[in-house]
């Protein structure tokens, strides 16, 4: 018979341990907050996305109009790129190298004269295959001049561009990054704490000291889950604090995230007995946990979105159980879709409870 | 009933018997003191009867009660020290207790039961900063709690100072005059004979004595003897001239006769005052628990329980300790 009681008077103790140790509180409560202080801040300054480009323009002019330089100013205008522009005396290949860009446009001299005169002159983009800006620095310039190749031969443009970012205009880096560091706190906290007592447990046999009073296994373990769902809600609302008062995040906050609070703990701090009941010493316990938790640390959309990540990576993603945490997450904080946030529960709910179960059936007070 | 009835147990660990087929009972109110080298398999016994390990073979009643299956019934009643005990990091003496208290539901004064231990002093001290004998001290008490009336202590002063120790023992003495039930495990044979009625030796996984310590003294002992310090020519010119046996101990440059009858002490001490030779220092002396714990682990018994091939008198060793 379950003793909310007993429960409780264990829960106390529990607390008031971890909270004596210094330990916990820091990987809890301040590791979080401060990575979301670093995280946030690296990418506050840049969350247009805005790309340097290096910009050489040779062009002499013609007809008194020096059309590079309109181009550049366009290509400036657009919120891809931001033009940097080099003196016409330097050698532009050499330049680009010193300053170890990857990005580069260079406008030939004859580039107003041969446009007025209809005569077939070509730019140069510089660029490195191996970098993600490159491409989109070649196709905005490709666009660019298609622009003005019709508008050289009086053609009207179509079809126009006007850059947006998802769902709301005011959708930050930092607003994706609440979620996934929630998500990041809701595994690590629990799960590594949970393999090391019950790995040490075992170890200094506190576990057959604790079956000998009335306590039960069942007992135990809800109680710890209890203290990390507290721990968790502490975490969160820490988080979303520093997010919204230092970077001004945008996040919504509604009753649907608790689901999500409340299992997430309970969740790992399962896995975590798991990993520690099924291994014979906590040195193995501990690497098992983090052969466990590290993919999940960094694959399941915790400091970036899996968009990002090759579609191989993307799969493994969705065979771990944090990422439907955050994925859940984002859905309610971000983008305000619950349909998609209850899927995700749904799938964090039946994991919860199959690890949950297995862990309480695995883990044994006594030695056989 | 007996608090304790324990038939053919046996249990292994792969190759190690760590307990090969023992049978004793406890009587109600007793003593019983649980004695042995290290891995003679006192602790696996103790946990088998603590209902904290399965055991292989044979029958174990406690209270009445089959400890691996009605443990969660039988903790309730029992009172346990661990063989080295352990507890949360932070937490001091007094929340423990109360901790302990909470979980069995009962009400109890903590300060109470630290002075009783001798722990007022360390009550708001963390766990993982007391010493070693505070710590055991810490053990005792939260074996206290659920006022118990069978408790299991192994080695429970152990690494204590004689101080402690003394006030440990009156604990135990305490128990037992309240008609407690104690199982007793221990290194220090003082200890065991201080304070248990009934021991039983163990090694090997096999009881090899068990008793008071005065039969297992009679039974297993050899008896007094005359201890003469003289070299090994007298020991030969007291052997020539007299009916009696003697030994000779070179290392301790002793001559040793087992005397049958007092009046033979006479005729060793006048053979050897003959000789014209010198000797020193002369005493009479029996074996002591220590002397025959030492015989019996070191050289085994028989099926008669027979101590096998003991022919040299050993000096007594020191205690031995973990
Ligand atoms: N869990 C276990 N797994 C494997 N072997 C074990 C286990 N527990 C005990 N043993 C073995 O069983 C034997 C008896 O051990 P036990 O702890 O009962 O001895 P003990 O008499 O209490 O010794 P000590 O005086 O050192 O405490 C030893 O050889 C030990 O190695
Ligand atoms: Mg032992």
Redesign the pocket.
């Known amino acids: 018979m379950v003793s909310g009681k007993r429960i409780f008077s264990d829960f106390k103790v529990f607390s008031r341990g971890y909270l004596r140790n210094k330990f916990g509180l820091f990987f809890g409560l301040i590791f979080p907050v401060i990575l979301i202080l670093i995280f946030g801040a690296i990418f506050s300054g840049n969350n247009t996305g805005t790309i340097d480009v290096y910009a050489q323009n040779q062009d002499t002019g013609a007809f008194g109009q020096n059309l590079g330089d309109r181009f550049l100013s366009a290509l400036n205008e657009s919120t891809t790129l931001r033009v940097i522009t080099v003196n016409a005396s330097e050698n532009f290949p050499d330049y680009l190298a010193a300053h170890s860009a990857s990005d580069g446009i260079l406008i030939p001299q004859n580039f107003s004269a041969n446009y007025i005169l209809g005569q077939p002159v070509n730019l140069t983009v510089y660029g490195n295959p191996t970098s993600s800006t490159s491409g989109i620095v070649s196709g905005t310039v490709n666009g660019y001049a298609n622009y003005f190749n019709l508008q050289r031969f009086n053609g009207t443009m179509i079809i126009g561009l006007t850059s947006a970012t998802v769902n709301t205009q005011q959708t930050k880096y930092i607003d994706f990054l609440i979620p996934g560091l929630i998500g990041f706190s809701i595994l690590t906290s629990p799960m590594f704490s949970l393999v090391n007592i019950s790995s040490e447990y075992k170890k200094t046999k506190l576990f057959k000291q604790l079956s000998l009073t009335p306590l039960t296994k069942m007992e135990w373990l809800t109680s710890k889950v209890l203290w990390y769902i507290v721990l968790t809600i502490a975490g969160f609302l820490l988080m979303v604090g520093v997010g919204i008062f230092a970077f001004g995040a945008h996040v919504t906050l509604t009753p649907w995230l608790i689901p999500f609070l409340v299992l997430g703990p309970m969740l790992f701090a399962a896995l975590g007995m798991l990993v520690g009941t099924v291994t014979k010493n906590p040195e193995t316990a501990g690497v098992i946990g983090n052969i466990v938790t590290f993919p999940m640390m960094f694959l399941a959309g915790t400091f970036f979105p899996i968009s990002i990540m090759p579609t191989y990576l993307q799969t493994v993603a969705h065979g771990l159980p944090l990422f439907y945490i955050i994925e859940g997450l984002n859905n309610v904080m971000v983008y305000n879709n619950i349909t998609g946030a209850i899927i995700d529960l749904v799938v964090v709910a039946v994991i919860t409870v199959v690890i949950f179960a297995l862990a309480v059936k695995l883990f044994k007070w006594r030695?056989d | 009933m007996l608090p304790i009835e324990v038939v053919s147990l046996k249990k292994c660990?792969?190759d190690?018997r760590?307990v090969d087929d023992i049978s004793f009972t406890v009587k109600q109110g007793e003593v019983f003191g649980l004695l042995?080298?290290?891995?003679?398999?006192?602790?696996?016994?103790i946990e088998i009867l603590e209902g904290l390990r399965a055991k292989d073979e044979g029958q174990v009643k406690v209270l009445g009660l089959d400890p691996w299956k009605d443990g969660y019934e039988l903790h309730k009643k029992i009172g346990v020290i661990p063989?080295e005990f352990t507890f949360f990091e932070k937490i001091t003496p007094k929340e423990a207790i109360q901790y302990y208290a909470d979980l069995f539901k009962v009400k109890v004064d903590p300060d109470a039961i630290l002075k009783e231990v001798l722990l007022e002093d360390s009550a708001k001290v963390y766990f993982d900063s007391l010493s070693g004998g505070q710590k055991q001290k810490t053990g005792l008490a939260l074996s206290l709690v659920n006022s118990p009336e069978l408790l299991f202590l192994?080695?429970p002063t152990t690494g204590l100072d004689p101080n402690a120790r003394r006030a440990i023992w009156e604990v135990i003495r305490g128990l037992k005059a309240k008609g407690k039930t104690i199982i007793l495990?221990t290194?220090y044979l003082d200890e065991a004979q201080q304070l248990s009625d009934r021991v039983a030796i163990?090694n090997h996984?096999k009881i090899v004595a068990m008793g008071t310590s005065e039969e297992i003294i009679k039974q297993h002992g050899s008896g007094e003897r005359l201890e003469i310090h003289g070299t090994e020519k007298l020991a030969n010119y007291i052997k020539e001239n007299t009916e009696l046996q003697v030994d000779y101990n070179r290392s301790r440059g002793e001559i040793v006769i087992p005397l049958k009858q007092k009046i033979d002490a006479l005729a060793a001490l006048a053979a050897a005052e003959q000789s014209g030779m010198d000797w020193g220092e002369i005493q009479t002396r029996q074996d002591s628990l220590d002397d025959v714990f030492v015989k019996l682990v070191s050289y085994g018994v028989n099926e008669q329980g027979e101590i096998i091939g003991d022919n040299e008198v050993k000096p007594a060793v020191s205690k031995r300790r973990?």
């Open positions: 030695e | 660990y792969g190690i760590a042995g080298p290290n891995g003679a398999g006192k602790t696996t016994t063989q192994d080695e495990t290194h163990m996984g973990r």
